[in-house]
Nanobody, 116 residues
Framework: QVQLVESGGGLVQTGGSLRLSCVAS????????MRWYRQAPGKQRELVAG???????NYVDSVKGRFTISGDTAKNTIDLQMNSLTPEDTAVYYC??????????WGQGTQVTVSS
């Protein structure tokens, strides 16, 4: 029902930064969590970062200290600031919104490619 559109992906050199943004087609209602996942070719989908309604955040160990997740229900956006990027961060990144009724909404993904 809700459509999420990611943007901000692209090609960046090792050590560079990117800021991903996700915008919803309608107002967020009853949001429980907002998350970013990523999936590299031939690899399993991985949870990168998440933020709960109370502001609590969680990150996979490999991105701690480099990535920052933020969400704004008033603006219907989810952002992911990525710094000190490495080739291991290359993947398609997806934003996901989960409601208090346990409905999940996924974006179509944005490609992030990090070169040496």
């Amino acid at each position: 029902q809700v459509q999420l559109v990611e943007s901000g992906g692209g090609l960046v050199q090792t050590g560079g930064s990117l800021r991903l943004s996700c915008v919803a087609s309608r107002n967020f209602v009853g949001i429980k969590t907002m998350r970013w996942y990523r999936q590299a070719p031939g690899k399993q989908r991985e949870l990168v970062a998440g933020i709960a309604k109370d502001g609590t955040t969680n990150y996979v160990d490999s991105v701690k200290g480099r990535f920052t997740i933020s969400g704004d229900t008033a603006k219907n956006t989810i952002d992911l600031q990525m710094n000190s990027l490495t080739p291991e961060d290359t993947a398609v990144y997806y934003c996901v919104v989960t409601t208090i009724w346990d409905s999940d909404y996924w974006g179509q993904g944005t490609q992030v490619t990090v070169s040496s």
